[in-house]
Structures are given as C-alpha cells and as structure tokens.
C-alpha cells in the first residue's frame, strides 16, 4: 500500500523560509510524477510545483515561480519543496502527491490525476 508522509510545516513570518519533505514507501516510484499542492480554508485545492520521474523537469504554479523549488531523491524515495520569501497568502495546507501515469501535457496540474495522496501539513505566514 503507497504511503505519502510528509513533514515539515510550521509557523514562519513573511520573508521567511520552510522545507517541506514527502517520504514515499510501499511500492516502485520508477516513472511516476511528483507534485505538491495547497488547500487553504474555504479554497479548492490548488497545485504548487511538481517533478518529474528523473527530477529533470519541474513544474511550478506562477504564484511560487522563483521562490519555492521543487526536488526528488529517487533512491530514498522522497520529495522535498523549499519555499522561500514566504507570503502571508502562502498560508495552507501542504499535500504531497504521486501520479503513476503522468502522461499529457498537463498532467503536473490536475488534482484528479495523482493516484495517492499524504495527510498534509499546515504552513501557516504571519504578517
């Protein structure tokens, strides 16, 4: 059975900076796509960045474009996403997810098409 975990939220102030962490156990990860995503309160859940199988491509929504990178260990099986320059809008729920058919062009962003999902992890921004 996939399990996504991840780790990594907290309190920070605007300007500051979090790592998050997405450990992935219980079957083959080989071709699978990567994302991570965010529900805030009274929100759809919107996507955030992604990565492919190799971790030579990456996506990003453009409200983190430049100030959140996404990054994958294939051997230990886990997915980290350094957000930087925070902003109060930032504010979620952070969920990590695993898309085994990550095929089209567009695949990165929809909620629909990952398989799997972790329990998530508040980030919350003061101002």
């Known amino acids: 059975q996939v399990q996504l975990v991840e780790s990594g939220g907290g309190l920070v102030q605007a300007g500051g900076s979090l790592s998050l962490s997405c450990a992935a156990s219980g079957r083959t990860f080989s071709s699978s796509g990567m994302g991570w995503f965010r529900q805030a309160p009274g929100k759809e859940r919107e996507f955030v960045a992604a990565?492919?199988?190799?971790?030579?491509?990456?996506y990003y929504a453009d409200s983190v474009k430049g100030r959140f990178t996404i990054s994958r260990d294939k051997a230990k099986n886990t997915m980290r996403l350094q957000m930087n320059s925070l902003k109060p809008e930032d504010t979620a729920v952070y969920y990590c997810a695993v898309d085994f058919r990550p095929y089209g062009s567009s695949w990165f962003s929809n909620v629909k098409g990952f398989d799997y999902w972790g329990q998530g992890t508040q980030v919350t921004v003061s101002s």
């Open positions: 990565i492919s199988w190799s971790g030579g491509t990456t």
